[in-house]
């Protein structure tokens, strides 16, 4: 943690500001360890201080006692951290502008009277795109996870089971298994409705003959793992299943280019020519892929907007998908470490075609 305190003083230092402050949990998370909901972190030249309230006090000095000045709370957290510095001298702070909402700024200037809140934009967020080793580790942790969820599926899905049956014996597996929770609401969707890109778990029945779209993850010490996997029961119709090759092939053709330097737009470029040239053109309408570790969407992008320049320790997802309203769809996603010319595929599920 100290390390990156030193890293969010040099923000300080380049943005001429006397101190920052961090309320959004993803950040304090990552600059304190602190995983709980309330947490408040001010960080000066001099001092960093933790704010939480009595639920959290005796666990917070536990996690992040040695880097923060951890302190209780009983008013409102802005208006006790006023107290604490009004002799240190600070006018200019920063805040996380993109995830402050305006109600909130509002409050904010209420409570912390007499100090100039400055934007931060995307300063904070910067600090977290290149991962380090123990970051990496314990990604791999949760994406291990997820792919044992996916081997213990295949052998529970069978003909009349509903796609909610599925997603919530994924979800319970990973729990038994090390997951904290999920990275996000589980993706299940068979038949016409796998062309829904986010088609959340129905009611809908498995029946022979559909392809059955699974996107999922899990949370493992605060990081998230996302993979994807699309399987066959029965027996497909041979343009689904042709559908599928142009997707593993995009998908592969794509992952291998995930190297230091490349821009997100160039690798979803790749994935993207392959599929239109194949025929389907207008039916892959979202990014190549995106950014994970504390939160599951973070940056760098992957998409036709994705402009950051990919850099060593950059963990990021490629899934292309082919969706064909009313008829069905595929996705294929893994999770990859920018690792100069190799790309460290982290997701070990196959890929190789599946019927059941």
């Not at 909130?104 to 977290?128: A, F, N, P, V």
């Amino acid at each position: 943690m100290n390390k990156r305190i030193i890293q969010l003083r040099k923000v300080l230092t380049d943005k001429k500001l006397d101190g920052v402050l961090i309320t959004s949990r993803p950040n304090t998370l990552y600059l304190s360890g602190f995983p709980g909901s309330a947490s408040t972190i001010f960080i000066s030249q001099k001092r960093a201080i933790f704010l939480t309230d009595f639920r959290y006090i005796e666990f917070s000095k536990e996690r992040c006692g040695d880097s923060y000045e951890v302190m209780l709370y009983e008013k409102k957290p802005l208006v006790f951290l006023l107290e604490q510095i009004k002799n240190d001298k600070i006018s200019k702070v920063g805040f996380e502008d993109q995830i402050v909402s305006y109600a909130s700024y509002l409050e904010m200037s209420e409570q912390l009277k007499g100090i100039e809140l400055i934007s931060l934009k995307d300063d904070i967020t910067k600090l977290r795109l290149v991962k380090e080793d123990r970051e990496i580790e314990t990604i791999q942790k949760a994406v291990d996870i997820a792919d044992q969820a996916f081997t213990h599926i295949l052998n529970y899905i069978k003909v009349g089971i509903s796609e909610i049956d599925i997603a919530a014996e994924i979800e319970h597996f990973m729990r038994k298994n090390g997951a904290e929770k999920q990275s996000f609401d589980s993706i299940v969707a068979s038949g016409k409705r796998s062309s829904l890109p986010h088609g959340h778990a129905s009611n809908k029945l498995i029946e022979s003959g559909d392809g059955i779209t699974m996107d999922f993850g899990a949370i493992y010490n605060g990081y998230c793992s996302d993979m994807t996997r699309t399987v066959f029961i029965g027996n497909p119709e041979q343009k689904i299943l042709d559908i599928y090759e142009t997707v593993l092939k995009a998908q592969l053709t794509a992952e291998a280019a995930v190297k230091k330097g490349k821009t997100g737009v160039e690798i979803d470029k790749i994935a993207r020519d392959i599929i239109y040239n194949a025929g389907y053109e207008g039916m892959f309408g979202h990014g190549l892929g995106h950014g994970v570790g504390i939160e599951v969407h973070e940056e760098p992008r992957l998409s036709v907007a994705g402009n950051t320049i990919l850099d060593n320790g950059m963990v990021v997802t490629v899934e292309p998908g082919i969706y064909v309203p009313n008829y069905g769809g595929v996705r294929i996603e893994d999770m990859v470490v920018v690792d100069d010319d190799l790309p460290n595929v982290l997701t070990s599920s196959t890929k190789e075609l599946i019927i059941l």
